[in-house]
């Protein structure tokens, strides 16, 4: 991220963790204009489109983020889970498995067997 850009970004994180998502992502998105190659700003603002339940851009910023920085586990774990709330779930599998095809990760191993477990009714 360019440097004359950080204090911007910071008041974009303290608004998103104070539950101004709105305003975080009006920050955000002008800073992606100005910096469109920072996997920082893309990641958040990627899981700030989750939470506001824009998918269709979440998941452009995050696969734009893994694009940008392949390796990062957040982005391609936000990037499975934007996918995965799409349901869109083979593609999510399909991000899982090129993350774990060349990088570890404690929390899609996780995320596996917790999947693996017998779904327990509630009836």
Not at 26 to 34: P, V
Not at 77 to 87: E, R
């Amino acid at each position: 991220m360019k440097e004359n850009l950080k204090p911007e970004f910071d008041e974009a994180v303290k608004a998103k963790e104070s539950g101004d998502l709105s305003r975080a992502r009006q920050i955000l998105l002008q800073l992606h204009r100005s910096d469109p190659g920072s996997t920082a700003i893309l990641a958040v603002l990627g899981h700030t489109c989750f939470k506001l339940n824009l998918l269709d851009e979440a998941l452009e910023f995050f696969r734009k983020a893994t694009l940008l920085t392949p390796h990062s586990e957040a982005a391609s774990l936000g990037l499975f889970h934007s996918l995965w709330k799409a349901d869109r779930t083979d593609e999510a599998f399909d991000e899982m498995r090129r993350f774990l095809s060349e990088y570890e990760s404690e929390e899609y191993t996780r995320l596996l067997a917790d999947l693996k477990k017998p779904q327990i009714s509630r009836h």
